[in-house]
């Protein structure tokens, strides 16, 4: 099955720095790749996703890159601001086979002031 | 929309008890899930359905855990003996097609003294 490894598991930034977030997967047919933001004591939610007939996808300070060559994802949050602060999971999908997604361990992001 | 709904929010159970957690997926959502998150393993898939039948359960940890679908709007995740390694927060989530637009509960935060 589908394996889907995350790194940093702890990342600390200054207001107004980037963070990045990086996702490795082992099924080269997965082809949906979303990220979820979870503050504390609250639901994962979607923030962002990306299909394997992408490469990049934006959306205001965030943005995700797809290399499937490489099997890897990652998170760009630019700017960052202290409600940026949760833990942020990547996941990983195989739609034509699964509809489940696989879940990475999971980022815990401080933006600190 | 009311969203996906999990009850109860917190449950203190003594060990042996069983525990029965509810879910009511968002109304039209095909697919239902339930997830298991501890700080060690993260979101763990535990059991998926689509149109109410268990597709894959190869993540419910032991014959102890069980659950259900009886219709398209109630889930149950049940588990009969409970054990103090089985807290953690349990999250229901439903999506419309496959794994795009998950949507979750709030959890269910389990405790088993």
């Known amino acids: 099955g589908e394996n889907v490894e995350q790194h940093p598991s702890t990342l600390s930034v200054q207001e107004g720095d980037s963070a990045v977030i990086k996702c490795t997967y082992s099924?080269?047919?997965?082809?949906?790749f979303p990220w979820y933001k979870q503050e504390l004591g609250k639901r994962p939610q979607l923030i962002i996703d990306?299909?394997?007939?992408?490469g990049e996808k934006k959306d205001q300070r965030i943005a995700v890159t797809l290399n499937k060559t490489a099997k890897h994802f990652s998170l760009h949050i630019t700017e960052t601001q202290p409600e940026d602060s949760a833990v942020y999971f990547c996941?990983?999908?195989?739609?034509?086979?699964?509809?489940?997604?696989?879940f990475g361990t999971g980022t815990r992001l401080q933006v600190t002031l | 929309d009311a969203g996906v709904i999990q009850s109860p929010r917190h449950e203190v159970t003594e060990m042996g008890q069983e525990v029965t957690l509810r879910c009511k997926p968002i109304s039209g959502h095909n697919s239902l899930f339930w997830y298991r998150q501890t700080m060690m393993r993260g979101l763990e898939l535990l059991i998926y359905?689509?149109?109410?039948?268990?597709?894959?359960d190869s993540g419910m940890p032991e014959d102890r855990f069980s659950a259900k679908m009886p219709n398209a709007s109630f889930s149950t995740l049940k588990i009969q003996p409970s054990e103090p390694r089985d807290s953690a927060v349990y999250f229901c989530?439903?999506?419309?097609?496959?794994?795009?637009?998950?949507?979750f509960g709030s959890g269910t935060r389990l405790t088993v003294v």
């Open positions: 990306i299909r394997s007939n992408v």
């Open positions: 996941a990983a999908s195989n739609t034509g086979t699964a509809s489940k997604l696989t």
């Open positions: 099924d080269s047919a997965s082809n949906y």
């Open positions: 989530a439903s999506s419309p097609v496959g794994p795009y637009g998950y949507t």
């Open positions: 359905f689509n149109n109410n039948v268990p597709i894959d």
